[in-house]
């Protein structure tokens, strides 16, 4: 009945221009239509006796009268009022609902691997005692077809043990005919005898060969197990979105602090003919500010809202492009320290792609994060596992996860995978505005920090990702100096000086005695100086970062 009116009144106002019968012939066209749609025959929904009452009513009314609906109801919205404002929240949580949908497709992959491996790993098995228990059975007549491992009529039986636990004498035929193989000579009662003992001997090896192996199923363990690691990390991915919900409730306590300055930059944008919908207004360390447009703005505006912010807020505040989505534009207080990054790798000899990755993107609260991952081994295992941990880490820090659930979550999918892919991860998270860094090591190299002549280690004990459920992992905070420069690398280039007996020490006095605070020439001196090490027979992969960290005037 609502589609019958509604359509009806949209032909009713289309035909308007027709004057009183064009209504009238518009909205009972429109009935029509809708009646014959929905049940296909011309059975009105709408009794023609009442639109021909409302057509007289319509004919009595003067053309010169006008009805104002506020009259009668007021200025009072009938339906909620939705500002775009919550268009463009909404793209936020949907943008970090993306990482959060990637991260878990991650851990997803994780237990399709697991699953294919363990049926691959439990057919062996099967094979190989089903092998064994058939080998003084060569005489018989399917021996042949049962011992081609790579035909389709082991995986079929295979297949079908694993649904029913048992095989008969008809699922076998109905087999060996699928596969093209066919038992024929039931019509000879000396054959048929033959066939019939030949079949069932068959059978029974069959089963038994299934029965036996069984018991050294790894299937059993390893679903109890990902079970279990199923539970933490659902558990984790709960309390993370948990508390970005919180976090969302607390932004919004946070905002109200900043009515007045908010009320004063928007009648400033209004006098520069600037309008936006809203802004939001919040403080955590440094200003972060949210710019809800009426339009995409373009450069010059954007530079405006920055001046009028800075003015407002009485602190630089600058365009933050990295958290900006549409028509929210997003800003933040300046940061005190600047900093430069040089990077360089090498591949292992003879390996055509490097089990190192590394990563350095800006965080939507203006943090930098800066890390390697070093696959355990070299080429395509190496790089799947170090990838995978750089990109989990990567999505859910995005959607807004604590980064001690991100790290345990990396190190359980890796665990699920298989044991023995690990990989390390040495990660900085680095805030210019407070001048702080924060190390995160799991099985990693040390991190070398440089001012002047002087060279700190930070080192971790630590074991890699994916080596250990609940494997510890450890952080370290430093304060920033100016001038500092922090050196991270794999450990292909540590390993590459056999002089020294403790090897984290010569790239210390190396950067002791290097002179240029340059921070691509210090890491491809270093780089180059690991190759030279090894006479140029590179044994593993090579990656290291370099930053260098000044305070502005």
Not at 214 to 231: H, L
């Amino acid at each position: 009945m609502i589609a019958a009116y509604s359509i009806s009144g949209m032909l009713a106002g289309i035909l308007n221009r027709f004057g009183k019968i064009g209504v009238v012939v518009g909205f009972a066209l429109g009935n029509v239509l809708l009646a014959y749609v929905s049940n296909g025959y011309t059975v009105e929904l709408i009794h023609f006796k009442e639109i021909l009452i409302a057509f007289i009513g319509l004919l009595a009314v003067p053309n010169n009268i006008k009805i104002e609906l506020e009259e009668f109801i007021g200025n009072t919205k009938l339906l909620p009022v939705t500002p775009d404002r919550a268009l463009n929240r909404s793209k936020e949580v949907a943008e970090n609902l993306n990482h959060v949908s990637e991260a878990i497709q991650e851990m997803a992959t994780t237990y399709q691997q697991l699953e294919k491996t363990s049926y691959n790993a439990n057919k062996q098995i099967f094979i190989t005692e089903l092998l064994n228990n058939l080998e003084p059975y060569k005489e018989n007549m399917l021996y042949d077809d049962m011992a081609d491992t790579e035909g389709k009529i082991i995986d079929q039986i295979f297949e079908h043990l694993l649904d029913k636990q048992e095989i008969d004498r008809q699922a076998l035929l109905e087999i060996f005919a699928k596969c093209n193989s066919y038992i024929i000579g039931f019509d000879d009662k000396e054959i048929s005898q033959y066939l019939e003992e030949n079949i069932s001997q068959m059978l029974r090896m069959i089963n038994v060969s299934y029965k036996v192996s069984k018991v050294d199923f790894i299937w059993k363990k390893r679903v109890e197990e990902s079970k279990r690691t199923m539970g933490k990390q659902l558990d984790s991915v709960s309390k993370a979105i948990q508390k970005m919900a919180r976090g969302m409730e607390s932004d919004i306590e946070k905002e109200a602090q900043y009515e007045k300055q908010k009320a004063e930059m928007l009648e400033l944008l209004k006098q520069r003919s600037i309008t936006v919908q809203d802004i939001s207004i919040k403080k955590e360390g440094r200003y972060q500010m949210e710019v809800y447009a009426n339009e995409i703005l373009e450069t010059a505006k954007i530079e405006t809202i920055e001046k009028i912010a800075t003015q407002v807020l009485k602190e630089e505040i600058v365009f933050h492009e990295e958290a900006s989505i549409g028509k929210k534009i997003s800003f933040l207080s300046d940061d005190k320290y600047v900093m430069a990054m040089g990077m360089g790798e090498t591949t292992k000899n003879k390996s055509e792609l490097s089990g190192d990755a590394m990563l350095n993107i800006r965080l939507k609260d203006g943090k930098y994060l800066i890390a390697i991952s070093d696959g355990m081994g070299t080429g395509t295992k190496a790089r799947q596992s170090s990838t995978q941990s750089l990109r989990m880490l990567e999505n859910l820090l995005l959607s807004g996860f604590d980064k001690n659930i991100s790290l345990e979550l990396i190190n359980t999918s890796l665990i699920n995978q298989n044991t023995e892919i690990f990989a390390t991860l040495d990660i900085a998270i680095v805030d210019l505005y407070e001048g702080n860094i924060e190390f995160i090591k799991s099985g990693a190299c040390p991190t070398y920090i440089k001012n002047d002549r002087k060279v700190q280690m930070i080192k971790s004990n630590s074991l890699p990702t994916g080596m250990i459920e609940g494997g510890q992992i450890q952080t370290f905070d430093k304060d920033i100096s100016d001038g500092d420069i922090l050196v991270m690398c794999s450990d292909g280039i540590l390993d590459a000086n056999i002089e020294y007996k403790n090897k984290e020490l010569w790239i210390k006095y190396m950067l002791e005695d290097i002179e240029t605070t340059n921070t691509k020439k210090i890491a491809d001196l270093i780089l180059n100086e690991a190759v030279d090490n090894t006479f140029g027979n590179i044994k593993d992969d090579m990656s290291i970062m370099v930053c260098k960290f000044k305070k502005k005037d």
